[in-house]
């Protein structure tokens, strides 16, 4: 079907090491969106990528999309306690509205 | 600028009965979705409604359904409660046209007893 399939499932990491969630899809993907939500609270939205091979940077966060759209990847370098949460990517049905599947979400635990 | 507002936070039902959720999403925008997360199933797309009218449905039984006011505030509910309904019922608004960030509020924590 449609699905979104994100691995890992978990990472803990010690603070200062760097991470990264994949995002895989057996389809092509017209977009991607990626997705931090804290512990207790809601997703908040971090980043849509459209274009094949795409790569933005959000501070210490780079999003990538593959070259042929059918993964993602957000890697974090130098993880800080503020980085805990667990991370979601999405697809956008590429057509009206704004229906979101999402992957099954990364969840990041960080020792300080 | 007010974010999305969802009330009330927190629902205790019992099975059997029904529910309303209340959402307003941010000024402007036009689109407002729900979801269901729970830890089993994770984030599912509940219906997403645009100038009043559902523009999109996911894949939940007709106990589950909603509606969007002129204002574009919307509301949820769900009949015939049953113990698997306990979830965080989010709602996201957009502005709605073309795939847009979803801007999601602090959702309803609704538990069936």
């Known amino acids: 079907g449609q699905q979104v399939m994100q691995i890992p499932q978990y990472q803990h990491v010690q603070e200062g090491e760097d991470f990264t969630t994949y995002c895989n899809s057996s389809t092509t993907l017209s977009n991607i969106q990626w997705y931090k939500q804290r512990p207790g609270g809601h997703p908040v939205f971090l980043i849509q990528l459209v274009k094949s091979g795409e790569v933005k940077k959000q501070k210490r966060l780079t999003f990538q999309f593959g070259e042929a759209k059918k993964n993602s990847s957000l890697h974090i370098t130098a993880t800080q306690t503020t980085d805990v949460g667990t991370y979601f990517c999405a697809r956008a049905r590429n057509n009206a509205g704004n229906m979101l599947t999402f992957g099954g979400g990364t969840r990041l635990m960080v020792k300080p | 600028k007010a974010g999305v507002t969802q009330t009330p936070r927190y629902l205790i039902k019992t099975r059997g009965q029904q529910v309303t959720l209340s959402c307003s999403p941010i000024?402007?925008?036009?689109?407002v979705s729900w979801y269901q997360q729970t830890p089993g199933q994770g984030l599912q797309f509940l219906f997403e409604?645009?100038?009043?009218?559902?523009?999109n449905k996911g894949n939940f039984p007709g106990r589950f359904s909603g509606r969007q006011f002129s204002n574009s505030r919307s509301e949820m509910n769900v009949s015939t409660l049953e113990l698997g309904d306990s979830a965080l019922y989010l709602c996201?608004?957009?502005?709605?046209?073309?795939?847009?960030?979803?801007?999601f509020g602090d959702g309803t924590r609704l538990s069936i007893l």
């Open positions: 409604y645009f100038s009043e009218t559902q523009r």
């Open positions: 000024s402007g925008h036009r689109s």
């Open positions: 996201a608004s957009s502005l709605g046209t073309g795939i847009q960030p979803q801007h």
